[in-house]
């Protein structure tokens, strides 16, 4: 089984959990987490700590916003946990492709897969280099 966390300041997580949900459909195994003003990601990573702890054989993908922020780097200690994922630089290609790519564990192969998917994701786009086949 598979949690993914859509980990963010403010309500950038909410919102990709949103797309995803009108692209794929509503994902029981999703859910998000915003830093609000005055609060600490420390106190959720905290918690999740614990969820991770009773659950090991749940597979924690936990995708960030901002490497090296605050909620990254948060996170980034319950990678002890030979279950858990940690991404920064969440985007909605690196959601969807997370979901979709396969529900066996993660390895470094599929890992790299993921990253390379979400990264093909970002481009400048511009009307002359439009090819039929991308639409």
């Known amino acids: ?9 403010g309500n950038f997580s909410e919102g990709i959990k949103d797309s995803v949900s009108m692209i794929i459909g509503e994902q029981s195994n999703v859910r998000s987490y915003q830093l609000k003003p005055g609060a600490s990601a420390t106190d959720f990573a ?23 922020a605050s909620v990254c780097s948060a996170m980034l200690p319950l990678t002890k946990n030979s279950n858990v994922h940690v991404f920064s630089g969440m985007n909605l290609v690196l959601a969807l492709t997370v979901l979709l790519e396969t ?6 192969e599929i890992i790299s897969e993921i990253l390379n998917e979400a990264k093909e994701g970002i481009r400048l786009v511009k009307m002359e280099d439009i090819r039929e086949e991308d639409f």
């Open 1 to 9: 089984m598979r949690e993914v966390i859509f980990a963010s300041h």
């Open 46 to 68: 905290e918690e999740l700590q614990k969820e991770i702890t009773e659950n090991p054989e749940t597979e924690y993908v936990i995708l960030t916003d901002l490497y090296g």
């Open 103 to 108: 529900r066996e564990p993660l390895n470094d």
